[in-house]
């Protein structure tokens, strides 16, 4: 397992119960591809939201986003971590 | 105080050694501006890394980084978490 944080765009405008719905969408899916998405942040006025998890992989992490119905436009790895 | 992610581009291969150098040198002067750097996670990979923060602003984040030697390439403030 290993550390993903991972970066969605256009999501301008978003209200806490939308980040929250959001989240538990992953929740929802995420344990069928051994993923946890453990935190996210949004920014509403840029439309960017960040979000750590541990996988297995960056497909893993995508295949989540996707089947939630928010694929992730960037995902990096970041083994190190201070 | 609000809690704010930042992202440094060109950080390719970038070592545990140096991301833990780059944290302390932003802990070392982040008092005087009223910031305090949470966590970091980096991508030696892509070459970025990404800091999570407590700020009275974005400015203040930024001159922190800049007198720590390494301005940020985008600061987001994120008021919303999960």
Redesign the interface.
């Known amino acids: 397992m290993a ?1 993903f ?1 991972d970066v969605h765009h256009g999501f301008e405008g ?3 119960d939308q ?2 719905q959001a ?1 538990d969408a992953d929740l929802a899916v995420e344990k069928e591809e051994g993923v946890h998405f453990e ?8 439309g ?1 939201i ?1 979000c ?1 998890s541990e996988a297995p992989s960056a497909d893993a992490v995508q295949r989540v986003h996707e089947r939630a119905g928010h694929r992730a436009d960037e995902i ?7």
């Open positions: 550390q944080m978003i209200t806490p980040l929250r989240h935190r996210s942040w949004a920014d509403p006025d840029s960017t960040y750590l990096h790895e970041v083994p190190l971590v201070v």
